[in-house]
């Protein structure tokens, strides 16, 4: 067993130390020239998987309470007994906030990140 898990770490690893060259690029900084709210996602997951925390919210701050809400929200909706759309609302709502906010910080003040 402990063979299987070096095995899987070590694919693992492999794999998350050469997944930049799969990323795609943004369609709207490329036609623009300016990043979108969702630029820097892929990165930030990236380091997620990698363990780097804080590289992660450093790329792109919303990315975790984009996966919480992801997370919740589809288990709410598809393991629960009963459907909860008030805390689905709930969540995306806070979670575009989110989105928005560190949106205005990265346009407004971009030093910042």
């Not at 919480?68 to 709930?90: E, F, G, H, M, W």
Request: one cysteine or more; a positive charge; hydrophobic letters at 50%.
């Amino acid at each position: 067993m402990l063979i299987i898990n070096l095995y899987i770490l070590s694919a693992w690893s492999a794999f998350a130390g050469q997944a930049d060259i799969f990323l795609l690029p943004c369609p709207f900084k490329c036609l623009t020239g300016f990043d979108c709210p969702g630029c820097g996602f892929q990165r930030s997951l990236l380091a997620l998987l990698r363990g780097d925390l804080q590289e992660s919210f450093r790329l792109y701050p919303p990315a975790i309470p984009i996966l919480i809400t992801l997370v919740v929200a589809l288990s709410a909706r598809y393991l629960s007994q009963r459907d909860q759309p008030l805390l689905i609302k709930t969540l995306f709502l806070i979670t575009g906030s989110i989105i928005m906010g560190s949106y205005l910080v990265k346009v407004f003040h971009p030093q910042a990140h």
